[in-house]
């Protein structure tokens, strides 16, 4: 008896190692992905907290305090 493998284990075989390097190239683009959203999301909490201390700036210097305001007259 022979120890070669027959024709449909090396047709398996390859199929599996295509299917093999389709999700590694799968696996790298999500890795990618995840990294460029992750950057993403960086920068717009940067611009939120810009945003936010702006905000209070403005509010500041305008003496506009929204907790010491007295409330409308309706309550």
Partial sequence: MSDLPTPD????????EVRLTF????VNAL???DAEQAMRLVALERV???LRAEL?????????DPHSE?????Y
């Avoid at 999700?23 to 799968?26: I, N, R, V």
């Avoid at 007295?70 to 309706?74: E, F, I, K, Q």
């Fill in 9 to 16: 284990v090396n047709r398996r075989l390859e199929d599996l």
């Fill in 23 to 26: 999700l590694d190239d799968t």
């Fill in 31 to 33: 890795a990618a992905a």
């Fill in 48 to 50: 939120l907290h810009d």
């Fill in 56 to 64: 209070a700036s403005l509010r500041t210097s305008q003496g506009s």
């Fill in 70 to 74: 007295p409330p409308p007259p309706h």
